[in-house]
């Protein structure tokens, strides 16, 4: 059974760090795409990063424009945990983060949320 786990979420002032980490278990981690989704209120789930599993021809990383430069995925094969480092946060981050992964189907976390404010 897939499960996802996230962790690290919290109250942050604009222009402070957090991480996020996704414990997943249930399937051969290594060899699936995970992502981050974030969804702020009134808005729609977007997608925020995806880490690609080792080897893809499309690279390891992407990011939406709006947190490339400030936000990095990555993972650890070992402890099938994908994290989200977000650095220079801002308020308009706001929002309740999912970790995502497919494997047959859609599977998400339960969501953490992530405030920013002063």
């Known amino acids: 059974q897939v499960q996802l786990v996230e962790s690290g979420g919290g109250l942050v002032q604009p222009g402070g760090s957090l991480r996020l980490s996704c414990a997943a278990s249930g399937f051969t981690f290594r060899r699936y795409a995970m992502s981050w989704y974030r969804q702020a209120p009134g808005k729609e789930r977007e997608l925020v990063a995806t880490?690609?599993?080792?080897?893809?021809?499309?690279?390891?990383?992407n990011y939406a424009d709006s947190v490339k430069g400030r936000f990095t995925i990555s993972r650890d094969n070992v402890k099938s945990t994908v994290y989200l480092q977000m650095n220079s946060l801002k308020p308009e981050d706001t929002a309740v983060y999912y970790c995502?992964?497919?494997?047959?189907?859609?599977?998400w976390g339960q969501g953490t949320q992530v405030t920013v404010s002063s």
């Open positions: 880490s690609l599993p080792i080897g893809n021809i499309h690279g390891d990383t």
């Open positions: 995502h992964a497919w494997v047959s189907m859609n599977y």
